[in-house]
């Protein structure tokens, strides 16, 4: 059974830095890929930044330049560097992990919050 356990968020005055961290049970190189997504109150979860087994990385625009993903893969973690942080990152992160064949296998974290706020 897969466990991906999120840490690292919290309140954060704009501008300000975050690292999130994603910690999974067993290697990532399992994995084709990992990622974050994000659910704003009142929206949909949005794919945030993924980074496949091969080190291809996708972000979303509006996290471009200011946001870093990237693996330990002695610790089996995926790490979300956030900088130069906007009222409107403000939503709860969540890691997800894809395994295995078609039809994928899909594993979500629990979440962690961040709250972008002056």
């Known amino acids: 059974q897969v466990q991906l356990v999120e840490s690292g968020g919290g309140l954060v005055q704009p501008g300000g830095s975050l690292r999130l961290s994603c910690a999974a049970s067993g290697s990532i190189l399992r994995f084709n890929d990992m990622g974050w997504y994000r659910q704003a109150p009142g929206k949909g979860r949005e794919l945030v930044a993924t980074v496949s087994r091969g080190g291809q990385i996708t972000y979303v625009q509006s996290v471009k330049g200011r946001f870093t993903i990237s693996r330990d893969y002695a610790e089996n973690t995926v790490f979300l560097q956030m900088n130069s942080l906007l009222p409107e990152d403000t939503a709860v992160y969540y890691c997800?992990?894809?395994?295995?064949?078609?039809?994928?296998?899909?594993?979500w974290g629990q979440g962690t919050q961040v709250t972008v706020s002056s």
């Open positions: 997800r992990a894809s395994y295995g064949g078609w039809p994928y296998d899909i594993y």
